[in-house]
């Protein structure tokens, strides 16, 4: 019953007070400023449209700060005018308990922020249907609105408790809660070492307030906003004991009441320090849970076989914008401790601070200080700063430096962000990296999860030439080599196909494409001269190169590695002739395309080798060869990268009919020549003339004329550009390792493909890329915009309809040189009759490997330009940051292609940011004045319900009366 009568008085104290609020102007006047400073940080101060990012950071990044003046507007009255008014000795000798009125008044206060929380809901809305919105931090946010809004009410309930005068409360709790806030501020933690400031940091009520709201719940972090509540609500309910005390009243009563708040309010706080230790009670809440390690991390820590070491190198001293970003790595690197079980160890020193680590650290790992300029106390200075982290793994290492591990966007002038660019899958990758190349100087066959079969397709002596017959037992020799040293997880059998009739020949021909051999094309004696790694249900020939022993050394060793776990594999990267070329001063400028961006992207997990493919072979240790804009001229060229296909190798490739040549103030976009569009065309894989032009499209720094007076100025504008066509949403494959879980990506002057059924309609076809429904074809007239088109923006003409611009193919091809002489063959004979020496015929044994394995793959982006370095910098200038979209999306495809797909799903939980869809200047401001419009009907909704109630309660008073 007492519970009952506590509970009822409890909802009536609620009720008044919202009643009060809202019959009065307040409650109005503090949701109208909410939403109104709300709505203008977020789309002015902020620059939504401009940051181009599906997040409502900008809504939760002010909100401390905001919320100090609104609470304390909020809370000044609420007993400061009880005690002016008189009112106070009414509520102090009422026999319902005090905690009742105090923790009344704080609901009240409470409900009317989560009222205007509510109200902001629109933005979050509007942000998801404008891109793809991870929900996750915004319900983060929105909690932690709530408990930091909750702190800082419960602070100015107890200033007003103390306080005659409505301005001096206002007044003082602005300054308790801008005190708690200041104190884990980078402001004030730039001037302090790590440590120190990281216990300011924990202090803080902002600090706290961002890492809840990047998608973390954090026991902490949650506990510490409740102590607040709790701390500053006892004080309250004391601060009022207080006032019916009599100063002869019973002395040992007061001292009960001093001791028992001191010591609630001290356990409460204290409890902070005992749950710092506690780092497992959390909840990711982002897609993905990117700030949790990942079962791919895990994974790979399975692998270790003794202890690894991951040393942090962090400075006391260090830049502001970098301070807030060591503690987050050092959870996470003790995140990884966990994980490993004993056999991650983790260690984080400040090297100022340790001369012999610092000279270790300079000396063996070449691990040098950054130089900082930072504003000290009282002047500028300029700071040597470690932010490195080193992974050592037996005799290998590897350092992640400072710009690898931040990532930073510039969104104006001055306004720079700096954060952790995906830390998680930096750290993965080095240590995947040393761990194989550690592995890689061991026992490869250790790490094979089933055995190996060799098979050798060989005919007998007297059908070989003199030379395959020495080499034959030279084969011989180092298989019994490699037995001694695999035992049983190698095996070989040994096949002649002219057995039987030649059945076993005609066997492999059919199934894998093994023709006879020839020596010479005048006097043909065809013969079988073939090897290959059988593994479970995977075969792949072996090359065989000039057929020499160390081409079948290297073969094999480079087979092995391919079914074996723990191995750096090797791609190999073609770009055009002139671009590889090193540039000297005074040597004019190539205009071929430059891929050093993609061949540093690709270098960091992957061994990257140049091949040109003029002499018609790939490299026995190649696993995956990458096409970027071949400039093939050579039949060669095309007869190498078919004959690795056919192996059941993977080619990559980017070409288009068109590249383009940029300028300081000029474009044109240029014919480009290869011969590897005719391959392409013989795989089923037709690329148009045309150019797809998309009204879903990104921004780009168009070169334009511009007339004043008489007089053209060439310079840049930056426009809604076409010919860029934005591929995201349906027009990524979500069911594609290789495209799921891409935001976005960008496809510059892309031609349509087309496949020809006939050719593929035995292959495994997955689009990757494609257009919007909203697409057209054009040519490249428009290419650089006239003056109605920098006006009025690009027209569209034509059928419009969505169109395919990349696709993987997998399975069976057939070879483009089927049934016609090797190509080296060819090249030898017409040596010979030219009257070229012995030594200058390449190597004569040669025959076309007429279709490929069922693992052949072969994927094709049309587009010459999407992964070269003038491409990717002009969109690192428009999106204000590293734009690495396509580059990472070669990435995806060649991890996809090797079947590596750990670091494949670590690297997609990086994208913590989500571009928005393209829209003009009018669209944007449509979506701006729509949420003000809604911020508007919401409060009209709720006085229209207040109002309402009011009626009706009003009527049920009547009611009672005239009863």
Known sequence: MQRDKATGALGKIIVKELGQFFRAPIAWLFLSAFLLISLFVFFWVESFFSRNIADVRPLFSWMPL????????????????????????????????????????????????????????????????????????????????????????????????????????????????????????????????????????????????????????????????????????????FALERGRWASDGNGKLHSIWRWGTALVVANILVANVWLSQVASLRWDTTRGNMYSISSATHG??????????????????????????????????????????????????????????????????????????????????????????????????????????????????????????????????VIKKVLYEYQSGGDIYASLKAPVELELYISADNRLPPELVELRKAIDKEIEDVKKTAGDKFTVRIIDPDANGGAEGRRIAEEYGFAPLASDLIDPKPFFFYAALGHVDQLIQIPLGDFSVGSFRTGLQAGVKRFAQGFTRTVALVTPSEAGAPQHYGMPMSDKPRFNALREMLSQDLNVVSEDLADGRVEGNVDLLVLAAPDFTDEKQLYAVDQFLMRGGTVIAALSPYSAKIGKSSMTLENYASEFGRWLAGMGVNIGNELVLDSQNSAFPVPTVREVGGRRFNEMRLMDYPYFVDVRGEGLNSDSAVTADLPQVIVPWASPIQLDETKTGGLAVTPLLRSTERAWLGDTTGVVPNATQLQHGYTASGERKSHLLAVALQGKFTSYFAGKDSPLLSASQAGEAEGESAEAKAQPIDAVLNHSADTARLLVFSSTDMFSDQVVNMLSSVYGGNYLSSLQLVVNAVDWSLEDQGLLGIRARGHFNRTLAPMEIGAQQFWEYLNYGLALLGLLILWLVLHYANRARDARYQQWLAA
């Open 300 to 429: 790979y820590l399975a692998q270790l076989q003794e202890p690894i070491l991951i040393r942090g190198y962090f400075t006391q001293k260090t830049h502001p914008l970098l301070a807030p970003l060591v503690p987050q790595l050092q959870d996470l690197l003790r995140e990884y401790e966990i994980a490993g079980r004993g056999n991650v160890r983790v260690e984080i020193v400040d090297p100022t601070m340790q001369p012999e680590m610092e000279d270790d650290a300079n000396n063996r790992f070449g691990i040098k200080p950054t130089p900082f300029r930072v504003n000290d106390r009282h002047q500028a200075a300029l700071v040597n700063s470690y932010f490195d982290v080193l992974v050592q793994y037996g005799d290998q290492h590897q350092v992640l430096g400072f710009n690898d591990l931040i990532e930073v966007k510039f969104r104006g002038d001055t306004d720079i962000n700096v954060q952790l660019r995906n830390p998680e899958y930096d750290i993965t990758r």
């Open 66 to 237: 905001l919320l100090i003046f609104l609470s304390a507007a909020l809370t000044m009255k609420m007993w400061s005018e009880e005690r002016r008014s008189g009112t106070l000795e009414h509520v102090l000798t009422q026999p319902v308990p005090l905690w009742q009125f105090v923790v009344g008044k704080f609901i009240a206060c409470w409900v009317l922020l989560a009222l205007a929380l509510l109200l902001t809901l629109p933005l979050p809305i509007t942000v998801s249907l404008l891109g793809d919105l991870d929900w996750g931090p915004v319900w983060s946010g929105y909690v932690a609105a709530l408990l930091l809004g909750g702190s800082y009410i419960s602070m100015g309930l107890f200033i007003s408790s103390r306080c005659d005068n409505q301005i001096v409360s206002l007044i003082l709790a602005v300054t308790l809660a801008a005190i708690f806030y200041l104190i884990g501020a980078g402001v004030l933690t730039g001037l302090f070492g790590n440590q120190t400031a990281e216990i300011m940091r924990a202090l803080g009520t902002g600090s706290r307030f961002e890492s809840i709201t990047r998608g973390v719940l954090d026991m902490r972090d949650l506990y510490y906003y409740l102590s607040l509540i709790v701390a500053f609500l006892a004080l309250n309910i």
